[in-house]
């Protein structure tokens, strides 16, 4: 509870009620100060007049940095290099985005002097977990302090009960009809009448993606290209980690691909049922298969394929400041070594299919793999593999 030693809180802000609502609580309750910090993902918000906002609700500061580049770079491309995907379904747009938050939040709090952080992330979620792991990472001297597992408020009534009392200045007043997380990679939908897990989502409620029924009659082609892993190209266009998200976002959304709609298991315990649209991830995660598909060691791709489950629930339940994570992702990145070349991939009505890869690093070789004769220089005897067969049953005519 309250503990009289906090001076000065940095706040995860929004500006939105639940957070408006909590600045001021923290004042109230600890009697400190307090430092609004707002990352910028691509949650695509408003955030000119944040600062004046959360001065008027009473902070002494408010930060705000623009984490775009960062979350693309080092944190989206990272996990599609490692083809992470949590139960064979979820591209971990939330997960990924919360350690580079997480991350400066510890910066901000130590460049202004705080000697807590506090976040409005609720007791049933992921996200407390993740933030706050990536808090005793990188910053475990600091206190940490989680409102929603705190104070007596239980509802959004409640909030706008309190924010009332203490004239918060409130924007939106309409009840959000789902729980969103939106960001570069994604947009998560989760709550409200999608609790239901046999009630279908309304089409209105779709942001990123066209519906595949009213999507284009014709299908588009989008090549990409990677190096190492990374995707670096569009079309032949070159473009920055950010910049390459956004396209890839923009032409696969407006085809419809991407959207999921899963029941999933929480870190903390619960079934869970979200939806989800990650038009670009799904577009770069297919094209980065195909190029690997011709540019990796079949023994390198099984052991990473072996290894991408136990990449994925770390960053879903929030190690990604581990020392398993450190571990995985050094393989990982050796496995990408030779991930270079293009796949071409044909987008229509919420589909998707790879139609070509190449690669100047292929291992490929028609010659080798092709039905015609290759003559002399063949190196593939066709009658080795009578003794090659011959050992592999020799145990199994013995049963
Ligand atoms: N279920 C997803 C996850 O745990 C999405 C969470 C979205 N968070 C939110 N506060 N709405 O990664």
New binding site residues.
């Given amino acids: 509870m309250a503990d009289a030693s906090v001076k000065r809180v940095c706040l995860a802000y929004s500006g939105g009620l639940d957070t408006s609502v909590i600045l001021r609580w923290l004042i109230e309750t600890y009697d400190c100060e307090v430092v609004a910090y707002c990352a910028d993902v691509g949650q695509e918000e408003e955030l000119t007049g944040l600062p004046e906002k959360a001065k008027a609700s009473g902070a002494v500061d408010c930060v705000i940095r623009d984490l775009r580049e960062e979350f693309s770079r080092d944190y989206v491309f990272p996990a599609i290099q490692g083809n992470a995907l949590y139960e064979g379904t979820y591209l971990l747009g939330?997960?990924l985005a919360r350690p580079v938050i997480g991350k400066h939040h510890v910066e901000v709090a130590r460049e202004t002097g705080c000697d807590a952080v506090a976040h409005g992330?609720t007791g049933k979620?992921?996200?407390q977990v993740r933030f706050e792991l990536a808090y005793r990472a990188l910053g475990p001297d600091l206190e940490v302090i989680a409102p929603w597992r705190e104070w007596d408020l239980r509802s959004r009534t409640d909030c706008m009960a309190y924010a009332q009392k203490h004239s918060i200045p409130i924007t939106a007043t309409v009840k959000k009809p789902y729980?969103?997380?939106r960001n570069l990679l994604h947009i998560?939908f989760?709550g409200g009448v999608l609790e239901d897990p046999w009630r279908a989502p309304d089409s209105s409620m779709f942001v990123m993606t066209t519906d595949p029924e009213e999507a284009p009659d014709t299908a588009a082609e989008v090549i990409v290209g990677f190096e190492r892993g990374v995707p670096m190209s569009i079309d032949g266009q070159a473009l920055r980690p950010a910049a390459l998200l956004k396209r890839a976002n923009q032409l696969a959304g407006a085809h419809g691909v991407g959207r999921v709609d899963m029941v999933?298991n929480?870190f903390v315990g619960l079934k869970?049922r979200?939806v989800y649209e990650t038009p670009g991830g799904t577009l770069l995660q297919a094209a980065h298969r195909a190029v690997e598909s011709i540019t990796l060691d079949r023994e390198v791709m099984h052991e990473r394929d072996r290894l991408m489950p136990r990449f994925a629930e770390l960053i879903?339940n929030g190690f990604w400041f581990s020392p398993e994570m450190d571990f995985l992702r050094a393989a990982l990145d050796k496995s990408q070594e030779n991930v270079t070349g293009e796949a071409r991939v044909r987008l229509y009505k919420g589909g998707l299919h790879v139609t070509g890869r190449r690669s100047p690093v292929s291992l490929y070789s028609e010659a080798l793999s092709s039905f015609e004769d290759a003559g002399e220089a063949d190196t593939y005897v066709q009658a080795d593999a009578t003794g090659f067969i011959r050992l592999q049953g020799l145990r199994l005519a013995e049963r």
Avoid: P
Wanted: proline share 0%.
């Fill in positions: 939330t997960a992330a979620g992921n996200d729980s969103i997380d998560s989760e999933e929480r869970s979200g879903y």
